[in-house]
Structures are given as C-alpha cells and as structure tokens.
C-alpha cells in the first residue's frame, strides 16, 4: 500500500503505545484479523496461524501436509522457489539445484507455460497434458513405495518466469493429488493480496470451483512489516492439533502486527488498490499489445503478470 503509508505507520505507533506482547497472550487484534482475512477465502479455508514470514508460512504448510496425509512425499514445479529454510530449499529447484541436488522425496514437475513450454498454445489440451505429468510422477513414486503428502505450488510461478497455468490445470492437478491421499498447498506470498487485479487470490484465476486446501501468505500482508499467515482447512487443523504438539510462535499474531495487517486491509479496500491495479495493468497491456506488433523480438505479453508486477509498485512490496 506503498511505503511508509501513514495509516499504517500510525496503526504500529498506536498499538505500541498499549501492547506487543506474544501469543500466549489473548488480544483482540488476532481475532479480528482472522475474520477479516477469512471474509477474502472461500468459506472452507477457516482455520489461521500467524507467523513471522513467508519462509516460516511455507515450512508450517509442509508440516501441516504431513501431519494430516501421514505422506512425505512433495511435488513442485520446475524452478520454484518457496523459501529459505532447509526445508524448503529442499523444494525449491531455483536452489537446490545449485546445492545439494534433489532429494528422494521431492518430485519435479513440467511448468504449466503454455509459451515456451513442453505443452504450448496449438496443443489440443495442454490443460490435460500437463495435469497428467503430475499424474505420471504420482504414479511413479508410488511404484517406487513412495507416498505424496502435497503439490506445492506458487499460484502463478513468479521465480520460475512469470507463468500463467492455463484455467482448469489447477483443478485436475488437485484431482489427481487428492486421489493419492495429498492435499494441494497454494502459496500465494508474492502473488496474492489482490495483485492480480481482477481477484483477490491468484488461484482464483482458475475458476470459482477451485479451492486449494492450504493457502500460504508472507510480508505483503503486512506492507513488509513481520507478518506472514497459513490459512487451512478445519479437518486438516485438526489432524495437526491431535499429535498434542501446539503450534507456538513467540512473535506469531502480536498485537502490533495484527493492528498493520488490519489498516492494509482498510487501504487496499478504501483506496481501491486492486481495481487500480486492474485498470493501470489494463492500460500497460495495450501499449504493450501495440509495441508487440511493431517489434517481432517481443513474443508474448502476459496480461495477469503485468498486473501483479505493476502492483507491487502500487503495493510497495515488490521482492
């Protein structure tokens, strides 16, 4: 919402006037801001942990997936990067191609670019084409006695080129990972938060039927402040609660933090930031459409991208 926003300074200096404090400590900022941020989710992601980044956001994601599938297995797309943590350059190709290579436990899968990809625009289904590479990899570990706990997946590929999945690969990837008993974990760290312009979430993008079963979020929310969420569903929660382990996190949902996370909120709806987005991407598109047929060397222009680049300048939170 762009940097040094007063109402957001204003939020922090107000609320560290009266408390920051850790989690174990109830305060109504938490509550509130799981209820807003639950009103922009499908009715079916209802549970919310708070944390520091989006790092930490993907690590919990992962943990989460294991508890509640009792899988190990991940399967990400070609050069994704999901975080910093160990565990997380373990699926990340971006990184750990570089390091210490793959593991027996991450399963790489064709990047859905329909422009320079395997499937490209003149397939008859590259939807279908590139769902069943995830579909052939499921079936290969499974061969191999391996057993797939989650799809990790950015909703729009950002490291890995600014990638849009063709509408529907969501859907029939989700199909195919839930029927290996895995569940399919939206991050949306760099590309949620209304970039996108015409949605609020980038999965959106494939249909209102879509619904991933984790959705991951990370300092966007907070304007670059400390915040990140994991947003679940109650059944997978539940699974996570039941080992009688609690998920603790010292600075996780402090008051300070939640009181930014709300006036980002009021912002980008006060200020219409994501119909803003729309209508400057919407703009940018069009000269670009123009340049384009001029110039040959310029082979595609990706509307959705050009948005959700652009607004992380609107936004002030660009990586």
Not at 205 to 219: A, Y
Not at 247 to 276: M, R, W
Request: glycine share 8%; charged share 20%.
């Amino acid at each position: 919402v762009g940097h040094c926003h007063p109402d957001i300074v204003k939020a922090a200096h107000e609320q560290n006037q009266l408390l920051n404090t850790n989690s174990r400590y109830l305060h109504d900022n938490l509550v509130d801001y799981a209820e807003r941020l639950s009103k922009t989710l499908p009715e079916k992601i209802s549970i919310f942990y708070f944390l520091n980044s989006g790092s930490e956001a993907n690590d919990l994601a992962l943990r989460l997936a294991r508890q509640y599938t009792k899988h190990e297995d991940v399967i990400v797309l070609d050069h994704a990067y999901h975080g910093h943590l160990t565990s997380l350059i373990d699926i990340s190709p971006y990184k750990f191609r570089n390091l210490e290579g793959q593991k027996e436990w991450v399963h790489v899968a064709p990047v859905p670019d329909t422009y320079r990809g395997l499937y490209r625009e003149d397939h008859e289904d590259s939807v279908t084409a590139y769902a069943n590479e995830v579909k052939n990899i499921i079936e290969q570990a499974h061969k191999k006695g391996r057993k797939i706990a989650a799809f990790f997946v950015e909703s729009l590929p950002s490291v890995g080129g600014q990638i849009i999945p063709p509408a529907g690969y969501f859907q029939k990837v989700a199909e195919h990972v839930h029927k290996a008993g895995g569940i399919f974990i939206a991050d949306e760290i760099q590309v949620g938060f209304g970039r996108v312009g015409k949605h609020f979430w980038a999965f959106q993008l494939q249909g209102e039927d879509f619904i991933p079963d984790i959705v991951t979020m990370g300092k966007p929310i907070g304007n670059g402040h400390p915040i990140a969420c994991v947003a679940t569903t109650k059944e997978i929660a539940e699974a996570f609660a039941a080992t009688g382990v609690e998920y603790f996190n010292t600075f996780g949902g402090n008051p300070v933090s939640c009181a930014i996370g709300l006036v980002v909120l009021d912002v980008i709806e006060k200020e219409h930031l994501q119909a803003h987005a729309t209508e400057v991407g919407n703009f940018l598109m069009e000269l670009l459409k123009e340049q384009k047929i001029k110039h040959p060397i310029i082979g595609d222009v990706r509307y959705q991208c050009l948005i959700y680049i652009f607004s992380c300048f609107l936004f002030g939170s660009v990586k």
